[in-house]
């Protein structure tokens, strides 16, 4: 009997662990020092343009990005988006072990962190970005505005305010890439309700709203 109530006891706050793990909708952007501090700094484009010289290697002259997907570009990503990627990076909340020995705390500085998101914030979008096959962009087109565009913008402007990436311009293969990752879990940082759009979707309707999205207009940041 006490074994039976142990055992129960043992399950119950199992349980309870198991729910305080799965994330509430606000954890994907609690505050935590480093990110405060680095959306509170005032930045400066013209240390930030120096101190992206060690990024261009991957992210290449101009931010970029390539095309295949290996390398998102970052010109006109919003900046608070940007600062929270980058902290979130190097605080070990989203995985990125390529880039991590960048963007190392003895690398760049909270300061460098605002800099350079300022930097490419102001950086244009050129309308080079890679696009898919265009065999499925009318259902990708129904799929953004029922399940996307709340939060991403009818434009795929996205949201500084609110840390929702722009993902117009966005190369389509980085686009797959990350929603595959997204509804797989892997990008642990990401917001909930997103997973949850993502989730109910098959590889098809993922190509489908990832092709509409880099045939998204460029529009100026
Ligand atoms: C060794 C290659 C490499 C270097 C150097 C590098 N990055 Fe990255 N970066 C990546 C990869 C790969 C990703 C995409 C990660 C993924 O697939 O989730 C990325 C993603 C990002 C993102 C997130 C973009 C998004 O759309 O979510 C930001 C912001 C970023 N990098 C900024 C920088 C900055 C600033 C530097 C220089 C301090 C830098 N990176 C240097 C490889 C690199
Ligand atoms: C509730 C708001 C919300 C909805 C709905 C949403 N997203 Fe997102 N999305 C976000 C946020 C927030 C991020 C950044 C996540 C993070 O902090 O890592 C993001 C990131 C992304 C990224 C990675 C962008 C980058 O630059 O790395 C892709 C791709 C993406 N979303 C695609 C989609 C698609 C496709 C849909 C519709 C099926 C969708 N999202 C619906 C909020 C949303």
């Known amino acids: 009997m006490n074994m039976h109530l142990r055992t129960l006891g043992t399950l119950l706050a199992g349980l309870g662990s198991a729910l305080a793990l799965a994330a509430s909708p606000g954890d994907w952007n609690a505050p935590y020092p480093e990110k405060t501090e680095a959306l509170s700094l005032r930045g400066d484009a013209a240390r930030g ?12 002259v101009g931010a ?3 095309a295949d997907g290996s390398y998102p570009r970052l010109a006109g990503q919003h900046a608070t988006v940007l600062i929270k990627q980058l902290t979130d990076v190097r605080s070990g909340r989203r995985g990125n072990p390529k880039m991590l020995p960048f963007a190392d705390h003895q690398v ?13 914030q102001a950086l244009p979008v050129t309308p080079d970005q890679g696009r898919g096959s265009g065999a ?13 565009a709340s939060c991403h913008g009818a434009r795929g402007e996205g949201d500084a305010a609110k ?17 595959l990752l997204i509804r797989a879990g892997g990008r642990r940082n990401a917001n909930p309700e997103m997973l949850r759009a ?10 489908a709203v990832s092709d509409y999205i880099s045939r998204l207009p460029v529009a100026p940041p």
């Open 136 to 148: 499925d962009v009318e259902r990708g087109a129904r799929l953004y505005a029922a399940d996307c």
């Open 198 to 207: 993502i989730g109910g979707y098959g590889d098809e309707d993922i190509a």
């Open 64 to 66: 970029t990005g390539r």
């Open 163 to 179: 840390f929702y990436p722009r993902v117009a311009g966005q190369h389509y293969r980085y686009l797959l890439r990350e929603s």
């Open 49 to 60: 343009e120096a101190a992206f010289a060690i990024c261009q290697g991957c992210h290449r």
């Open 108 to 120: 760049l500085s909270t300061q460098e962190i605002a800099d350079i998101a300022l930097y490419l």
